[in-house]
Structure formats: C-alpha cells, structure tokens
C-alpha cells in the first residue's frame, strides 16, 4: 500500500511538472517580437522558435497518459491553441510553417477534444490564406503543402465533412476547402514575373485535389469491400454535441448493430449516410433561410417557422434571433421596429 501511495504520488508531481513545463513553452511562443523585419539573431525570435519546437516535439512524442489526461487536454485548449491563433498569423517563414506543423500533429493525435479549435484554424488560417488575394506566395505554398498532407488520409476528409458540413451549427470546411482549390487550380496568371509561382500553387492546389479524389475513392472501396474496416463514416469522430452524435454508436464511435453480418453493418451504414444527407440537407435549407432573413426579414422569419427551426410564438422566436449568431443585426432590428402588434411582442421578448 505504501508503495503504491508513493507511486501515485511521484505520478501526480511528475504530471505537474510536465503542464508547467508544457504551459511556459506555450506563453514563451506567445511572446512579441520587435517592430519591423525580425531578426534572426534576436533573442525574442530565437525564443519563440525554439519553444515551437520544443511544443512539437512534445506533440510528436507524447504517450497515452498525455493524451487521455484531462489537464493536458485542457492545457492545450488554454495555451496552445491560443499561441497556435497568435503564430498561425507570423510573417517570419520559420514561425509560421512550425505552427502548421504543431496542428497537423494536433489534428493527428488529438482531434477528438478539439472540435471547435480545429474550426476556427481552418477558417482563420488556412482558408483565409488562401482565400486572400494579399497573401504571400510562401504562405499560401506552406497552407497548401499542409493541406496536401491532410487530404491525403481519407479518414481526415470524411471526419472534416461529417463533423462541419453536415453541423448545423458549424462552417462548411470541406465544401469551401474544395471550392478554393478549384478556384486556385482555374486562376489564370495576368503577370509575366508571377507565372513561376503562381504555377506552383496550380500544381499545389490540384495536388489536393487528386488526394482527396484518391482518398475518397479509397474510403467508399474500404467501406464496401471490407465493412469491418476502421475506415468508418463514424470511425473516428470528433465526439461532440452536434446533430452529428445523435447517431446510434457505440463507445468507441463505431455504428452499433445487432446483426454482426455483413449485411447489416452496410445497412447500418447506409442508414447513417442517409441521416447524414438530411442533416446536409435541412442546414443547406437554414442557410438559405439565414440569407434570405439578412435581405428580407419578414419572409426568412417565415422560412424558419416553415423550418421548425423556431415555433411560431413570440418568446421562442425572440430566443432564436438572440442566439443565431449568423443573423444580421440590422435584419433583426428592422423586424423588431415593425410597429403591428405581434413584432412588438417578438422585440419585448427578445428584451426580456
């Protein structure tokens, strides 16, 4: 007994250690540089590469207890992702391709604690960068080259798709990473001096898209000629509170079934894609809804009775325009102004 108190007790110091360690290295990377072009020399640029690498390494290293452990997973949630949100906006070369290679380790090992982190990655760097015509051709080859490594895992495009697109309340990543990379693949070159890298980044970006062609293709083969496969519509999920999860799966994110055949796990499988469909489906509708609303409030209000996404009585739907974040402020204002007597009830609720 004593044996075991003291082994339990060196486990809990060493734990510490390692998260205070863990949290220095990350406020370290956090730390400013100069105004003006970095210096390579400078002790401040210096630092926060160093501590990057060091962030990396634990990342690429790390065992069990580390990625089971609630005070690692919220340590990285804390520190991480926000020196991740600081450095993934970099102008030095160096500091930017180590922060998207801490999140590819991120997204690697431990996707499953970080849904909405991985969101606002994707949307703030990665589509950003690609999406701007203001950004630098090394930023955008580096996103790209990132890009390239993730649409390469099969498992990684479906779970972006499962996760996002068909999350009501989520950005659709795969429809809009596929998008920009079409756009990027079509761009045509208007300067003679920019052909040489804008040829790079055509070649990049049709790179991705053949690896997630290929990476598709590979899954569906998977699925239907080994249905036993991890490779799973639900293998790997990101464990959240999306719509996403009412699925029936088991404790390890697999689709459960009584029938153990073949046939029915496919059937199951397929009764999964088909719920995946209508959740894809039902937020196509709500966005269309949420743009007609921002233009014509009067009838995207009636969209959304029609929707069920908000009964037809004025405290619920005061409670629907208050937490819709993606509806204009503007829009909602011109519905509340109306003077006839049930908008005035829909803005005293929206009050209350």
Known sequence: IL???????????????????????????????????????????????????????????????????????????QYLCVALSKNGVST???????????????LSGFKTHLKAQIEVFFKEIFLSIIESTSSTFVHRALVLEALARICADSQSVVDLYVNYDCDINAANIFERLVGNLARLVQTKTRKAEDFEEESIIRMKSLDCLVNIL???????????????????????????????????????????????????????????????????????????????????PKKGLKAFIELDVTKDDPREIGKFLLREERLSPDAIGELLGEGDQYNINIMHAYVD
Not at 215 to 231: G, K, T, V
Not at 258 to 277: A, C, H, T, V, Y
């Open 3 to 77: 044996r075991a108190t003291r082994k339990k007790t060196n486990l809990a110091v060493l734990q510490k250690d390692a998260f205070l360690v863990f949290r220095s290295l990350c406020k370290l990377s956090m730390k400013p540089l100069a105004d003006g072009p970095p210096d390579p020399r400078s002790p401040e640029l210096r630092s926060k590469v160093l501590s990057l690498q060091l962030i990396l390494s634990v990342l690429q290293n790390a065992g069990p207890e580390f990625r089971r452990n609630a005070t690692f997973s919220n340590a990285i949630k």
């Open 92 to 106: 030095v070369p160096e500091v930017f391709e180590l922060s998207l290679a801490i999140f590819l380790s991120l």
């Open 214 to 296: 290929k990476c598709m293709a590979e899954w569906s083969r998977d699925l239907y000629i080994n249905p036993h496969s991890e490779m799973s519509i639900m293998g790997k999920e990101f464990r959240s509170t999306s719509e996403v999860d009412t699925l029936d799966v088991d404790t390890n994110g697999v689709a459960s079934t009584s029938d153990n055949s073949d046939s029915g796990f496919k059937q199951n499988e397929s009764q999964m894609i088909e719920q995946l469909e209508r959740l894809k489906s039902h937020k196509a509708k709500l966005e269309a809804a949420i743009a007609l609303f921002n233009k014509k």
